[in-house]
């Protein structure tokens, strides 16, 4: 059985500052989703990840994939208020399941 | 712009009030899933059609059914409501290739959420 966890869970950062976040899963997988959700919103889709060594990056957020190690980061630099959401990673295993969610690293950006 | 677009954004039902919650599509994706999400986790998958297969997860209650009349359309239908049933909905939809195709690119596009009340 898949299993995905993230850490960490809470995540209060101060603005300019970069941290990461992990997400780790238990089985054989090529495809990782990075998603943000802001409050009371959907999920909205940020990376996807399908190769080993994949490294995608959209503005301050850099996600990247080591199926080797079964281990995705999310790499935030110099924060601003405006990423404070929950982040979630999700992922697939080999054959055609759905994804698989990680428990979500709520991200609290402050002055 | 196609999008995935669920009706009501907001429900209020009473304990044990039938409730239909309603998602449809334009990207013409073959695979559509339901989600509940309550507060502070992650969505929890209750089942997904890829066409007209129904798949049920094992842990979703007999309380909560589907339908899917057709391609655009899935449809969540809540029989019994119980006031730990209260949650965000949420629909999502994505393209599964057949086992011809090398690679499954499975990004799901949500839709905007239902959120209900039971009272």
């Known amino acids: 059985e898949l299993k995905v966890e993230q850490n960490p869970l809470f995540l209060s950062m101060q603005e300019g500052k970069n941290y990461t976040i992990y997400c780790n899963y238990s089985?054989?997988?090529?495809?990782l989703y990075w998603y943000r959700q802001d409050p009371g919103k959907s999920l909205e889709s940020l990376f996807v990840?399908?190769?080993?060594?994949a490294v995608k990056q959209e503005g301050r957020l850099m996600a990247s994939l080591d199926t080797k190690a079964r281990l995705s980061t999310l790499h935030i630099t110099a924060a601003v208020h405006d990423l404070s959401a929950t982040y979630f990673c999700?992922?697939?295993?080999?054959?055609?399941?759905?994804?698989?969610f990680g428990k979500g690293t709520r991200l609290s950006v402050i002055a | 712009d196609a999008m995935v677009i669920q009706n009501p954004r907001y429900q209020v039902t009473q304990f044990g009030k039938p409730v239909t919650l309603s998602c449809s599509q334009t990207l013409n994706h073959n695979v559509m899933y339901w989600y509940q999400q309550k507060s502070s986790q992650a969505p929890k998958l209750l089942f997904h059609?890829?066409?007209?297969?129904?798949?049920n997860e094992a842990d979703t209650p007999d309380n909560f059914q589907s339908r899917r009349p057709n391609t655009s359309f899935c449809f969540l239908d809540i029989r019994s409501p119980g006031l730990g049933d209260a949650a965000m909905y949420l629909c999502?939809?994505?393209?599964?290739?057949?086992?011809?195709?090398?690679?499954?690119?499975?990004?799901?596009?949500f839709g905007p959420g239902t959120r209900l009340l039971v009272l």
């Open positions: 990840l399908l190769s080993n060594g």
């Open positions: 089985t054989t997988s090529d495809r």
């Open positions: 059609y890829y066409d007209k297969d129904f798949n």
């Open positions: 999700a992922v697939g295993d080999s054959g055609n399941t759905p994804l698989v």
């Open positions: 999502a939809t994505s393209i599964k290739w057949g086992s011809f195709r090398p690679r499954l690119v499975e990004t799901q596009y």
